[in-house]
């Protein structure tokens, strides 16, 4: 299993971004996994910024239980409680109860591969200019502002936005894999 | 750049929308971060896809990083509140 991150609690809660950071950069790929079975059922990509909200908002009052891995445990608890209470908000149906099961514990995640970044950012500087600047766009909003907002600032049609974010995908994809990185099949989608 | 080879594409109608449903946006409202408005135009298929393709995204953006962060967890620091 990881690094136990829970060292970074105490600083956490006191309002240390720095230290939230840290967490954040380990903690988000276990906490979205956890949310996979409920990728049909609700935007996870909300319900996860959210839980991650509020484990900042309520790190100062989180009590250990003596088990590693307990800020993350929280947190996968909140997105699962969040998720289902999107779920019974937007839906009339009854929700399966495979959904409701018991929250699954956080499972190993994979640490950054410095191979990776290494080669990443050749491939990245490599891009031709247009895929280069929708994802520079796309990277430097921050998640503040939607496409359309992006594509306008750029003089382009959405259309011709979304193409060059793909492009830009699939050319990073197979630039990493030209130099024998293992890339997820879903970025050359 | 000598682009690499890419396999062709059969296009989907939900390409675009997926795209857009992969990237870190969420509208903010007064109590909550919102669904992607365009996320509930989505196919069950496409929302897989959406959180699949983010997934991934999320592990490239990190490592563009210097601090390795997403745009998710830069989208959440821009909103601690």
Known sequence: MNEDLDFLVIAIAQGDVHAFSRWLASAEAPLRASLVRFATVVDTEAVLQEAMLRIWSVASRFEPDGRPHGLLRLAVRIARNLAISELRRTRATPVASEILAEEPEPTAWAPPDPMLQKVLRKCHEALPDKPKEALGARLASQGAEPDEVLAHRMQMRLNTFLQNITRARRLLAGCLSKHGVQVDPELLS | ?81
């Open chain 2, 1 to 81: 750049m000598t682009q690499p080879p890419i396999p062709p594409q059969t296009p989907d109608p939900e390409d675009p929308l997926v795209e857009q449903v992969a990237s870190a946006y969420r509208p903010m409202h007064p109590t909550r971060i919102a669904a992607h408005p365009i996320w509930h135009d989505l196919s069950a298929h496409g929302r897989v896809r959406a959180f699949e393709l983010a997934t991934a995204l999320r592990k490239v953006e990190a490592a563009l990083d210097p601090e390795g962060l997403s745009s998710t967890a830069r989208a959440v620091l821009s909103r601690l509140r």
